[in-house]
Protein backbone atom coordinates (compact mmCIF):
# COMPACT_ATOMS: atom_id res chain seq x y z
CA UNK A 1 0.00 0.00 0.00
CA UNK A 2 1.38 3.50 -1.11
CA UNK A 3 2.22 5.56 2.16
CA UNK A 4 -0.08 8.81 2.60
CA UNK A 5 2.68 10.81 4.27
CA UNK A 6 2.68 13.61 1.25
CA UNK A 7 3.58 16.92 1.03
CA UNK A 8 1.03 19.25 3.30
CA UNK A 9 1.35 22.98 2.39
CA UNK A 10 -0.67 24.32 5.54
CA UNK A 11 -3.06 26.45 6.64
CA UNK A 12 -3.03 29.25 3.92
CA UNK A 13 -2.09 30.23 0.29
CA UNK A 14 0.99 31.63 -0.79
CA UNK A 15 1.14 34.34 -4.26
CA UNK A 16 3.18 31.03 -5.87
CA UNK A 17 0.38 28.32 -4.72
CA UNK A 18 -1.84 28.23 -8.01
CA UNK A 19 1.15 28.38 -10.40
CA UNK A 20 2.22 25.17 -8.30
CA UNK A 21 -1.60 23.81 -9.21
CA UNK A 22 -0.89 24.89 -12.72
CA UNK A 23 2.01 23.08 -12.75
CA UNK A 24 0.54 19.93 -11.22
CA UNK A 25 -2.41 20.21 -13.69
CA UNK A 26 0.14 20.62 -16.49
CA UNK A 27 2.44 17.65 -15.98
CA UNK A 28 -0.55 15.33 -15.68
CA UNK A 29 -1.70 12.87 -18.36
CA UNK A 30 -5.36 12.22 -16.70
CA UNK A 31 -6.86 14.43 -13.86
CA UNK A 32 -9.90 13.76 -12.27
CA UNK A 33 -11.76 16.98 -10.53
CA UNK A 34 -14.09 16.57 -7.76
CA UNK A 35 -15.79 19.39 -6.21
CA UNK A 36 -18.28 19.88 -3.69
CA UNK A 37 -20.77 22.80 -2.65
CA UNK A 38 -17.48 25.54 -2.19
CA UNK A 39 -17.38 26.00 -5.63
CA UNK A 40 -20.98 26.70 -6.40
CA UNK A 41 -21.37 28.93 -3.56
CA UNK A 42 -19.59 31.55 -5.33
CA UNK A 43 -22.18 30.94 -8.07
CA UNK A 44 -24.83 31.98 -5.05
CA UNK A 45 -26.35 28.56 -4.63
CA UNK A 46 -26.57 28.50 -0.93
CA UNK A 47 -23.98 25.40 1.21
CA UNK A 48 -26.59 23.29 3.18
CA UNK A 49 -23.69 21.39 5.68
CA UNK A 50 -21.61 24.56 6.31
CA UNK A 51 -22.91 26.77 9.85
CA UNK A 52 -25.54 29.47 8.62
CA UNK A 53 -26.24 26.82 5.90
CA UNK A 54 -30.20 25.70 4.72
CA UNK A 55 -29.71 22.27 6.93
CA UNK A 56 -28.61 24.31 9.98
CA UNK A 57 -32.03 26.48 9.64
CA UNK A 58 -34.46 23.31 8.92
CA UNK A 59 -33.92 19.70 9.29
CA UNK A 60 -33.31 17.89 6.19
CA UNK A 61 -36.32 15.18 4.98
CA UNK A 62 -35.26 11.70 5.46
CA UNK A 63 -35.77 9.37 2.72
CA UNK A 64 -38.15 6.85 4.07
CA UNK A 65 -40.09 9.95 5.82
CA UNK A 66 -40.54 11.06 2.09
CA UNK A 67 -41.76 7.97 0.76
CA UNK A 68 -44.23 6.96 3.35
CA UNK A 69 -46.06 10.85 4.33
CA UNK A 70 -47.72 12.71 1.83
CA UNK A 71 -47.43 15.83 3.74
CA UNK A 72 -43.63 15.50 3.97
CA UNK A 73 -43.33 14.73 0.16
CA UNK A 74 -45.58 18.60 0.36
CA UNK A 75 -43.07 20.30 2.36
CA UNK A 76 -40.38 19.08 0.13
CA UNK A 77 -41.68 20.83 -2.74
CA UNK A 78 -42.18 24.03 -1.23
CA UNK A 79 -38.78 24.03 -0.63
CA UNK A 80 -37.40 22.89 -3.50
CA UNK A 81 -40.07 25.55 -5.19
CA UNK A 82 -38.77 28.23 -2.80
CA UNK A 83 -35.07 27.77 -4.33
CA UNK A 84 -35.92 28.14 -7.67
CA UNK A 85 -34.86 31.51 -7.53
CA UNK A 86 -31.45 30.45 -6.49
CA UNK A 87 -31.37 27.62 -8.97
CA UNK A 88 -32.56 29.77 -11.71
CA UNK A 89 -30.69 32.55 -11.58
CA UNK A 90 -27.26 30.18 -10.65
CA UNK A 91 -24.99 31.21 -13.32
CA UNK A 92 -21.18 28.98 -13.76
CA UNK A 93 -18.27 31.32 -12.28
CA UNK A 94 -14.86 31.13 -13.00
CA UNK A 95 -14.14 27.89 -11.33
CA UNK A 96 -17.00 25.89 -13.24
CA UNK A 97 -15.39 27.68 -16.43
CA UNK A 98 -11.68 26.98 -15.55
CA UNK A 99 -13.08 22.86 -14.88
CA UNK A 100 -14.75 23.20 -18.54
CA UNK A 101 -11.70 24.45 -20.04
CA UNK A 102 -9.11 21.52 -18.24
CA UNK A 103 -12.18 19.16 -19.55
CA UNK A 104 -11.94 20.38 -23.16
CA UNK A 105 -8.13 20.45 -23.37
CA UNK A 106 -7.87 16.52 -22.48
CA UNK A 107 -6.18 17.14 -19.42
CA UNK A 108 -9.61 16.31 -16.95
CA UNK A 109 -10.87 12.78 -17.88
CA UNK A 110 -13.81 13.35 -15.60
CA UNK A 111 -15.66 15.30 -13.22
CA UNK A 112 -17.13 13.78 -9.70
CA UNK A 113 -19.20 16.25 -8.40
CA UNK A 114 -21.46 16.33 -5.11
CA UNK A 115 -23.44 19.01 -6.30
CA UNK A 116 -26.63 19.06 -7.77
CA UNK A 117 -26.87 22.26 -9.51
CA UNK A 118 -26.62 21.34 -12.88
CA UNK A 119 -23.58 24.22 -13.89
CA UNK A 120 -20.64 21.64 -14.47
CA UNK A 121 -22.84 20.73 -17.62
CA UNK A 122 -24.07 24.49 -18.51
CA UNK A 123 -20.36 25.30 -18.19
CA UNK A 124 -19.76 23.44 -21.18
CA UNK A 125 -18.64 19.57 -19.88
CA UNK A 126 -20.34 17.11 -21.45
CA UNK A 127 -23.30 14.70 -19.53
CA UNK A 128 -21.10 11.88 -20.15
CA UNK A 129 -18.37 13.61 -18.35
CA UNK A 130 -19.99 14.68 -15.19
CA UNK A 131 -20.44 12.27 -12.69
CA UNK A 132 -23.22 13.35 -10.33
CA UNK A 133 -22.89 11.27 -7.05
CA UNK A 134 -25.99 13.54 -5.26
CA UNK A 135 -28.05 13.75 -8.50
CA UNK A 136 -29.39 16.99 -10.17
CA UNK A 137 -32.18 19.51 -8.41
CA UNK A 138 -32.79 20.36 -12.09
CA UNK A 139 -35.35 17.99 -12.58
CA UNK A 140 -37.06 14.78 -11.40
CA UNK A 141 -37.73 10.93 -11.29
CA UNK A 142 -40.91 8.64 -10.50
CA UNK A 143 -39.31 6.34 -8.05
CA UNK A 144 -40.89 3.34 -9.47
CA UNK A 145 -40.40 3.79 -13.36
CA UNK A 146 -37.68 6.18 -13.74
CA UNK A 147 -39.70 8.59 -16.00
CA UNK A 148 -38.40 12.16 -16.06
CA UNK A 149 -40.43 15.30 -15.01
CA UNK A 150 -39.42 19.01 -15.04
CA UNK A 151 -39.71 20.91 -12.50
CA UNK A 152 -41.81 23.84 -14.12
CA UNK A 153 -44.49 21.48 -14.78
CA UNK A 154 -44.44 20.09 -11.85
CA UNK A 155 -44.46 23.08 -9.80
CA UNK A 156 -47.89 24.18 -12.09
CA UNK A 157 -49.58 21.08 -10.52
CA UNK A 158 -48.75 21.81 -7.05
CA UNK A 159 -49.68 25.13 -7.34
CA UNK A 160 -53.22 24.38 -8.96
CA UNK A 161 -54.11 21.30 -6.68
CA UNK A 162 -51.91 22.09 -3.29
CA UNK A 163 -50.24 18.22 -3.99
CA UNK A 164 -46.98 16.87 -5.64
CA UNK A 165 -48.25 14.76 -8.72
CA UNK A 166 -48.18 11.65 -9.06
CA UNK A 167 -46.01 9.79 -12.01
CA UNK A 168 -48.30 10.14 -15.18
CA UNK A 169 -46.97 6.24 -16.58
CA UNK A 170 -47.38 4.42 -13.53
CA UNK A 171 -48.64 6.49 -10.66
CA UNK A 172 -45.83 6.22 -9.08
CA UNK A 173 -44.15 8.81 -6.03
CA UNK A 174 -42.25 11.66 -8.05
CA UNK A 175 -39.13 13.22 -6.34
CA UNK A 176 -36.37 15.73 -7.28
CA UNK A 177 -33.18 13.51 -9.29
CA UNK A 178 -31.64 13.99 -6.04
CA UNK A 179 -30.33 11.93 -3.12
CA UNK A 180 -31.48 12.70 -0.32
CA UNK A 181 -30.75 10.91 3.69
CA UNK A 182 -31.13 7.54 4.05
CA UNK A 183 -31.64 6.75 0.24
CA UNK A 184 -29.13 4.29 -1.50
CA UNK A 185 -26.20 6.06 -3.22
CA UNK A 186 -26.84 5.67 -7.30
CA UNK A 187 -24.46 2.53 -7.79
CA UNK A 188 -23.85 3.08 -11.60
CA UNK A 189 -22.45 6.37 -10.54
CA UNK A 190 -19.98 5.38 -7.83
CA UNK A 191 -18.61 2.64 -10.09
CA UNK A 192 -18.15 5.37 -12.81
CA UNK A 193 -16.54 7.80 -10.32
CA UNK A 194 -14.09 4.61 -9.17
CA UNK A 195 -12.97 3.69 -12.19
CA UNK A 196 -12.31 7.62 -12.86
CA UNK A 197 -10.38 7.96 -9.53
CA UNK A 198 -8.22 4.69 -10.01
CA UNK A 199 -7.00 5.83 -13.58
CA UNK A 200 -5.67 8.96 -12.56
CA UNK A 201 -2.79 10.01 -11.78
CA UNK A 202 -3.66 13.44 -10.41
CA UNK A 203 -7.02 14.30 -8.30
CA UNK A 204 -8.18 18.09 -8.06
CA UNK A 205 -10.93 18.49 -4.52
CA UNK A 206 -12.38 22.18 -5.40
CA UNK A 207 -14.83 23.40 -2.79
CA UNK A 208 -15.16 20.00 -0.69
CA UNK A 209 -14.97 19.94 2.79
CA UNK A 210 -14.36 16.13 2.42
CA UNK A 211 -16.38 14.99 5.40
CA UNK A 212 -19.39 13.03 3.83
CA UNK A 213 -18.83 9.58 3.03
CA UNK A 214 -18.79 7.49 0.88
CA UNK A 215 -17.92 10.19 -1.75
CA UNK A 216 -15.16 11.91 0.47
CA UNK A 217 -13.34 8.66 0.30
CA UNK A 218 -12.20 9.08 -3.19
CA UNK A 219 -9.19 11.53 -2.63
CA UNK A 220 -7.69 8.57 -0.30
CA UNK A 221 -8.45 6.31 -2.85
CA UNK A 222 -6.81 8.01 -6.03
CA UNK A 223 -3.59 8.84 -3.47
CA UNK A 224 -3.11 4.72 -2.61
CA UNK A 225 -3.63 4.27 -6.53
CA UNK A 226 -0.37 6.46 -7.05
CA UNK A 227 -2.06 9.91 -7.86
CA UNK A 228 -0.86 12.47 -6.69
CA UNK A 229 -3.64 15.12 -5.05
CA UNK A 230 -4.37 18.78 -4.43
CA UNK A 231 -6.97 20.05 -2.67
CA UNK A 232 -8.63 23.78 -2.88
CA UNK A 233 -11.12 24.49 0.16
CA UNK A 234 -11.69 27.74 1.89
CA UNK A 235 -11.50 26.12 4.99
CA UNK A 236 -8.89 22.99 6.22
CA UNK A 237 -10.35 19.57 5.59
CA UNK A 238 -9.18 16.46 7.53
CA UNK A 239 -7.57 15.42 4.16
CA UNK A 240 -5.16 18.05 3.68
CA UNK A 241 -2.30 16.26 5.79
CA UNK A 242 -2.71 13.64 2.77
CA UNK A 243 -2.46 16.16 0.11
CA UNK A 244 0.73 17.06 -1.97
CA UNK A 245 -0.89 20.82 -2.10
CA UNK A 246 -3.24 22.39 -0.19
CA UNK A 247 -4.43 25.67 -1.36
CA UNK A 248 -7.18 27.62 1.42
CA UNK A 249 -8.64 30.60 -1.03
CA UNK A 250 -11.51 31.18 -3.36
CA UNK A 251 -11.36 28.47 -6.17
CA UNK A 252 -12.37 30.79 -9.09
CA UNK A 253 -9.09 33.47 -8.53
CA UNK A 254 -7.42 29.98 -7.85
CA UNK A 255 -8.14 28.10 -10.71
CA UNK A 256 -8.00 30.72 -13.10
CA UNK A 257 -4.40 31.48 -12.29
CA UNK A 258 -3.29 27.72 -12.45
CA UNK A 259 -5.35 27.76 -16.08
CA UNK A 260 -3.14 30.55 -16.96
CA UNK A 261 0.07 28.78 -16.01
CA UNK A 262 -0.76 25.49 -18.11
CA UNK A 263 1.08 27.45 -21.57
CA UNK A 264 4.01 27.80 -19.59
CA UNK A 265 4.38 24.21 -16.95
CA UNK A 266 4.07 22.50 -20.30
CA UNK A 267 7.27 23.61 -22.12
Request: proline content about 4%; glycine content about 8%.
Given at each position: ?129 VIELH ?31 DCPSC ?97
Amino acid sequence: MISLAATFERGHMSGEDPERLGRLIGSSKRAVVFTGAGISTESGIPDFRSPGGIWTKMMPIDFDEYVRSAEARRESWRRRFAMEGSWREARPNAGHQAVADLVSRGIVSHVITQNIDNLHQESGVSAEQVIELHGNTRYAKCLDCNQRMEIGEIRAMFEEKGEPPDCPSCGGIVKTATISFGQAMPEAEMERAERATRACDLFIVLGSSLVVYPAAGFPILAKRCGARLAIVNREPTEQDEFADLVIHAEIGATMGTAVRTLAWARH
